[in-house]
């Protein structure tokens, strides 16, 4: 009770609601930089969930940028230094880039609820930062400004009222402020199914795997010494678990490396399955309320096959910083919204390569596009740049969309070039442009979504290879 009325008593800068891999951080940064930060989460305990295990190079330097790279320490964590990617008992080993010291760049893998509390006590070192259990339930709203928040506290039914000049959302996936705020709908592209291998080593060791099943990908990658996380991609509706079960142990295992079959057999039989939707939310402008940023999952998402997400959010809590740390008031809305602009444009590059790429691979990954699948494999098994910058791109360290849409049609003309190689046939240039037209109908809607290379919409649209 005493903390409750101290912090009545303190004037904030900012109401953070979530205290997530984005509100931690941002919490910390705007702490550091001397702002009064009120940070609002539901439940402080433990998290428990599958996903945001694995962390590209990219979100690792933009922890670093945010002084929160030991947050990494005393949790089990493990390097990453790139990904394999397997059919059947083919696979692909595909590394990061060295940096200026010709050393290879590395992510990290972990147990997410044990990073999450990691960074949750980083930002409780700033003392200008208060972590507060609660739940809030709405948004203070006064002539279309907002001014704060309403929320319960544990075991407490009285709303109380917390005010700021700035309230940054970011509460999650499942947010529940999301609704009064961003109109743009959530699509669910299927769901991971997660659990854990113990007593087994992956092919490559500290890399992420991928597996190219029927009829989606499978995920694999080490969370701790002698855990590996595993995530099977179900499309469509997802059935119950016991059915799952039956699936995974008679049609899944026999497709996966013999050295993992009997290990994910173990899991299978032995573990709970832990579910958990992946939701796409293609980001919109920020001004829609003044007062109030949505940042997180609760903004933007994308298909989890990439790990890019903490990469996102982190990039974008390390600009966002940047961006308000400048403003001479923050109850300044039209200079709040211009900074907004800027951040939003900047954070492009970086936020459109990912998530377009998230939406693709998925859909390459798939045994839909077998075609487009195989030569995806080819075409990385080909060394040189043909690996080298699409693991760029999925690292997160060179945002370009112009170079992953590159690499993507390049994928499909190679899968071309095998179709209709040595000897053209009419049946195989039909093949060829049905080819072209599934990656096109593929990265157009993601690029369109994501408001980036026009030109190449237009041209694909001009030439019939989509809509």
Known sequence: MEQIIDIENVQYDMIIVGAGIAGSALA?????????????????????????????????????????????????????????????????????????????????????????????????QSQNVTLLEGTVKSLIEE???????????????????WRAPLTVVCDGCNSNLRRSLISEPITTSSTFVGLILRGCQLPYQYHGHVFLVDPSPILMYRIGSDEIRVLVDVPGQCPSSSELKKHFETF???????????AFTTAVKSDQLKKMSNLRLHPQQQSVKPGVIVLGDAWNMRHPLTGGGMTVALTDVNLLSQKLITVSSWENHMEINEKLQQFTQQRKPLAATINVLAGALYQVFSSDNEDLRKACLGYLGLGGEFSAGPVALLSGLKPRPTVLAAHFFAVAFYAVFKTVLPFPTPAKIRRCYRVLCAASEIIIPLLRKEGVLRYLQILCTTLRLTK
Request: glycine share 10%.
């Open 252 to 262: 899944v295992a026999p497709q996966l490396p013999e050295s993992l079959r009997e």
């Open 143 to 161: 002539d279309e400004v907002v001014k704060g928040v309403r929320l319960t506290l544990p075991n407490q039914n009285d709303v109380r009222e």
């Open 28 to 124: 910390y940064s705007m702490g550091t930089k001397g702002k009064r930060v009120l940070c609002v989460e539901r439940d402080l305990s433990e998290p428990d969930r599958i996903v945001g295990e694995l962390m590209q190079p990219g979100g690792v330097q933009a922890l670093r940028e945010l002084g929160m790279e030991d947050c990494f320490e005393g949790i089990d964590s493990t390097l990453v230094y790139g990904y394999g990617i397997f059919k059947e008992d083919k696979g692909v080993k595909l590394s990061y880039p060295k940096n200026d010291k010709n050393q290879i760049i590395n992510g990290y893998s972990f147990h997410h609820g044990k990073f999450v509390q990691k960074l949750r006590a980083k930002a409780r």
